[in-house]
């Protein structure tokens, strides 16, 4: 057992304040992965994996002012670089690369305008050089279609929101025996654990979020195999808006509505906030608030997330889900609905925890006719109105919730044997074009309830 490990373990224990809610996991690389049904599923078989374990900082005053000179430099040094390449490009010179801006950050800090840059640690302005490669990097793979659509690198404002710097292993940081973090010209930092790091860190990142909370990111690799016991239960979802999942076995998950939770007291802050005058401390202050508030609506939603998908996760073998087009129902009525619900990240969980943890993720193409396919026999029915949300099949005559009919036609269609009781059918295909989004806005009467005690990660 490492130290950390065994520190993290001990503090976890013995510290009755240790909260997952500020804790938040996700993957950084993959790697190993087993392809199922030509490319559309995906299989768990983890060889190595690269996490990201983030923790709440509590900095002292000084050291609140040390990550501000820290933050400031980094940002200096991604401004200066961009401004050479950017003068290169114009001249019609080649591309400076990074070694040359390397070069020119050393001959910068002997200058007297920038030698203050020697007050911080020179791996967090290296690191910072770093993120403007992968910047470039990854608007020239838009232009060539190997990503989405992304702009150009861009100028950093002393005004943005968000901060961040990064210390790789060779800068010196360490867990001290208190279970402090302490970074190189900085401190000792307080740290809230609240788990168990599964190895030595890599690296470690430093945020100041918008509502003006700091946190410490750590980046680890582990080959450790993660496997869950096979289970025989397999699951389609259908993903909604009343319903935030409905599950083929018939389960219902009410939408907890989040942000229109909220939507008062954030409503309250925004007003306070447009009635102070600008450049004030005090619209900085009311800044802040309306930042914390959404915090809290996103911190809620992300939890809500984990615990959903994890529970989905260990009692399924198999997962299908619809490819659905957020991007475009995002620019309809249902905006905000659809944008409190945050289906693409919940989905994006699905896949990571599916992978790490041995299961079958499959997606099926957004066009399946799920709402029109009596469950049953396989009839399609035709385009029903989004009111109609229990109907009669003409051709045998079952009377079929939409919702649950819709989700056993996703597993259907990804080749999964379920029925809506959860027992054990033929798997059929259909091959027709759907023309529905799936989204229900009315309140469904018959609602197993609210989904609780769900475990976490």
């Given at each position: 057992m490492s130290f950390v490990t065994a520190l993290c373990r001990y503090l976890v224990t013995k510290a009755k304040w240790a909260c997952r809610w500020?804790?938040?996991?996700?993957?950084?690389?993959?790697?190993?992965?087993?392809?199922?049904?030509?490319?559309?599923?995906?299989?768990?078989?983890?060889?190595?994996?690269?996490?990201?374990?983030?923790?709440?900082?509590?900095?002292?005053?000084?050291?609140?002012?040390?990550?501000?000179?820290?933050?400031?430099?980094?940002?200096?040094?991604?401004?200066?670089?961009?401004?050479?390449?950017?003068?290169?490009?114009?001249?019609?010179?080649?591309?400076?690369?990074?070694?040359?801006?390397?070069?020119?950050?050393?001959?910068?800090?002997?200058?007297?305008?920038?030698?203050?840059?020697?007050?911080?640690?020179?791996?967090v302005l290296q690191q910072s050089l770093r993120d403007l490669d992968a910047a470039y990097r990854n608007f020239f793979d838009s232009l060539k279609g190997k990503r989405p659509r992304m702009g150009a690198p861009r100028f950093k404002s002393r005004k943005d929101n968000r901060h961040t710097i990064r210390f790789t292993a060779n800068a010196g940081w360490r867990i001290t025996g208190g279970g402090k973090l302490r970074l190189p010209k900085i401190g000792d930092v307080r740290v809230k654990w609240s788990r168990c790091l599964p190895s030595v860190p890599s690296t470690?990142?430093?945020?100041?979020?918008?509502?003006?909370?700091?946190?410490?990111?750590?980046?680890?690799?582990?080959?450790?195999?993660?496997?869950?016991?096979?289970?025989?239960?397999?699951?389609?979802?259908d993903l909604g808006l009343t319903?935030?999942?409905?599950?083929?076995?018939?389960?219902?998950?009410?939408?907890?509505?989040f942000l229109r939770r909220a939507e008062k007291k954030l409503k309250k802050a925004q007003r306070d906030l447009s009635r102070k005058e600008k450049g004030s401390k005090n619209?900085?202050?009311?800044?802040?608030?309306?930042?914390?508030?959404?915090?809290?609506?996103?911190?809620?939603?992300?939890?809500?997330?984990?615990?959903?998908?994890?529970?989905?996760?260990?009692?399924?073998?198999?997962?299908?889900?619809?490819?659905?087009?957020?991007?475009?129902?995002?620019?309809?009525?249902?905006a905000?609905?659809?944008?409190?619900?945050?289906?693409?990240?919940?989905?994006?969980?699905?896949?990571?925890?599916?992978?790490?943890?041995?299961?079958?993720?499959?997606?099926?193409?957004?066009?399946?006719?799920?709402?029109?396919?009596?469950?049953?026999?396989?009839?399609?029915?035709g385009p029903?109105?989004?009111?109609?949300?229990?109907?009669?099949?003409?051709?045998?005559?079952?009377?079929?919730?939409?919702?649950i009919n819709a989700a056993v036609n996703v597993a259907k269609a990804a080749g999964l044997a379920v029925s809506a009781c959860g027992a054990r059918v033929r798997p059929g295909l259909v091959p027709a074009q759907r023309e529905e989004t799936g989204t229900h806005p009315k309140p469904q009467p018959e609602t197993t309830g609210r989904q609780a005690g769900i475990s976490a990660l």
């Open positions: 500020w804790t938040t996991w996700r993957p950084v690389r993959m790697s190993g992965f087993g392809f199922h049904r030509g490319g559309m599923g995906l299989k768990g078989r983890v060889v190595g994996v690269q996490l990201r374990y983030s923790f709440r900082l509590y900095p002292s005053a000084g050291q609140r002012s040390a990550l501000a000179k820290a933050f400031g430099c980094a940002r200096v040094v991604f401004n200066d670089a961009l401004r050479v390449r950017e003068s290169a490009r114009v001249a019609g010179l080649p591309f400076v690369t990074s070694g040359e801006l390397s070069k020119h950050l050393t001959a910068l800090k002997k200058t007297p305008e920038r030698a203050w840059l020697a007050e911080v640690s020179s791996v470690v990142s430093v945020v100041k979020d918008a509502a003006g909370r700091y946190f410490a990111s750590f980046v680890v690799e582990t080959s450790t195999d993660e496997t869950l016991p096979e289970v025989t239960p397999v699951v389609g979802i319903h935030f999942a409905v599950l083929s076995d018939g389960a219902k998950i009410d939408s907890p509505r619209r900085n202050k009311a800044r802040v608030r309306v930042a914390r508030a959404h915090a809290r609506v996103a911190d809620a939603r992300r939890e809500f997330h984990h615990q959903l998908s994890t529970k989905i996760i260990r009692e399924n073998q198999a997962v299908a889900v619809e490819d659905l087009a957020v991007r475009g129902l995002a620019r309809t009525r249902m905000k609905s659809v944008h409190d619900a945050g289906w693409s990240a919940f989905l994006a969980m699905l896949e990571y925890k599916a992978a790490r943890h041995g299961r079958t993720f499959l997606r099926i193409g957004r066009f399946e006719p799920t709402s029109q396919v009596c469950s049953q026999c396989g009839v399609k029915d029903k109105p989004l009111h109609v949300r229990v109907w009669a099949c003409g051709a045998c005559g079952a009377v079929l919730d939409r919702d």
